[in-house]
């Protein structure tokens, strides 16, 4: 009776530990002097142990950006003999090792790396660590520099996805400028007057009428995304506007509490592509808008506030949209789908997972003039077994071909409607190959 006494006593002790660590750890990272204030010097000490199982990980495995590949052969290599010699130009960024990231130039007919750009990670992470993000990583973190864009003078800008940075670097590589007040993450375009649109989200959300009354509850919390027009020669803001915003100011509330539920990432933004001339069916300046978690594109006219039009699904998850010919848009469907219950999540082991009824990424067309969706390359999709959990890019070519990013697999894949003719992966060594951080065709 005594040992079954000490067993619940030290049980119960034990659990009171690591209710009191817990929060303990949370007022360190929420806290803007990392808990220092209320913890003192048991701050550090407390943020280490908490990080033990981050440390481990990262010593016994490779890092997240290598993808187990041991068939591709390194770089960009042909499967079609007669390719014609008039493709376009591929900038893509990698990582061949930690704190180091290299953002490539491609001559797609040859393989010829025609410009490399290597930014300093650590010095741009220093520069836009900001103590007012509620979500920052840790000090000394390794970042992933998001879909470079390339202007005319060989500058790039690029975004850094899970902290508070975008950036400008020279042809050299250094930095020209860098803003870290918000979080700047997903894609950068330019529009027709060469001004540069990125997915952003505030460090403090806007306060909404559906979500709790306890705005400071959740403030913190909630990723509210806007979309965010920038002068890419100063950095300074020309536009900014939440999704959120727009879509209850356009009566689509409904959209955001769908079978009246909702959860901290409503929207997930995700690409932002701009109208860079006049059709029957869109305006210069108006944009294309894709929400990842809604599964819906819009096309948005910043000019009056009005969404023109709605279309959700019969894509999944998507990733991607873009302008296709003058009457169509081209949309990447990830395809797969996501289990989110905290309550009782017992569908699956996994957070996203590919039904049996689409085991594979897919590019939809949707035909505006006549509400109607088409998948033109779904063969070459299946042959290629393109499976991307996450981000995936395309791109219809001049020549009918797709390019296509599997960025979760590390391969560019271009082919006709069936067949590859391309394959491009950097490889790291035998068994390894690198992620790919969203790559873009340059015309």
């Known amino acids: 009776m005594k040992k079954l006494r000490l067993y619940f006593i030290g049980i119960v002790g034990l659990l009171i530990f690591s209710v009191l660590l817990a929060s303990s750890i949370r007022n360190i ?27 481990i990980k990262h010593v016994v495995s490779p890092a997240e950006f290598f993808v187990l590949n041991n068939n591709s052969k390194d770089g960009l290599n042909s499967f079609d003999s007669k390719i014609d010699k008039t493709y376009p130009k591929l900038l893509v960024t990698y990582k061949d ?17 025609l410009k490399q750009w290597t930014p300093n990670n650590k010095e741009l992470y220093a520069m836009a660590y900001n103590e007012d ?8 973190s390794d970042l992933y520099f998001m879909h470079p864009l390339l202007l005319e003078d060989n500058t790039l800008m690029f975004t850094a996805q899970l902290t508070s940075l975008l950036a400008k670097i020279d042809g050299n590589s250094e930095i020209l400028w860098l803003k870290n007040d918000r979080t700047y993450h997903h894609t950068l375009e330019l529009d027709h007057e060469n001004n540069i649109y990125s997915c952003t989200r505030p460090f403090i ?4 009428d559906f979500f709790p009354d306890d705005y400071e509850m959740y403030k913190k919390h909630l ?36 079978k009246g539920q909702t959860n901290s990432d409503p929207i997930h933004l995700n690409d ?4 860079l001339t006049d059709t029957e069916h869109w305006n210069k300046g108006d944009l294309l808008v894709s929400c990842r978690n809604l599964s819906a594109i819009f ?39 996501r289990e989110e219950s905290i309550i009782d999540p017992r569908l699956t082991t996994k957070n996203l997972y590919f039904p049996k009824a689409r085991p594979n990424n897919n590019a939809y067309v949707y035909h505006i003039s006549n509400d109607s969706v088409s998948r033109p390359f779904s063969e070459l999709f299946r042959k290629e077994n393109i499976q991307t959990y996450t981000s995936g ?6 020549n009918g071909d797709i390019f296509i990013e599997e960025t979760n697999q590390g391969r560019i894949i271009i082919g006709d409607s069936i067949n590859k003719k391309m394959e491009y992966v950097k490889r790291l060594n035998e068994e390894y190959i690198s992620s790919l951080f969203w790559s873009r065709i340059i015309n």
Not at 133 to 140: D, F, I, L, S
Not at 249 to 257: A, I, K, S, V, W
Not at 272 to 275: E, L, R, S, V, W
Not at 393 to 398: I, Q, W
Request: net charge negative.
């Open 29 to 55: 990272y929420e806290s803007k002097d990392g808990g220092i204030g209320r913890l003192g010097f048991m701050a550090k000490p407390l943020k280490f142990m908490a990080e033990i199982p981050s440390i």
């Open 97 to 113: 090792e930690p704190f180091n990231q290299k953002i490539d130039l491609i001559d797609l007919n040859n393989g010829q790396v």
């Open 133 to 140: 993000n509620p979500r920052r990583p840790a000090e000394g």
């Open 205 to 208: 959300s806007d306060e909404y």
């Open 223 to 258: 990723l509210d995304d806007h979309i965010t027009k920038i002068d890419p020669e100063s950095g300074n803001e020309i536009f900014d506007k939440s999704v959120i915003s727009i879509l209850i100011e356009n009566g689509y509330q409904d959209l955001l509490t769908a």
């Open 272 to 275: 932002i592509q701009p109208a």
């Open 299 to 337: 096309l948005y006219r910043p000019s009056t506030n009005k969404i023109i039009w709605l279309k959700s699904g019969p894509w999944f998850n998507q990733h991607d949209v873009d302008f296709y010919g003058n009457d169509k848009v081209l949309v990447f469907g990830n395809d797969v789908i």
């Open 393 to 398: 890019r395309c791109d219809v070519l001049s």
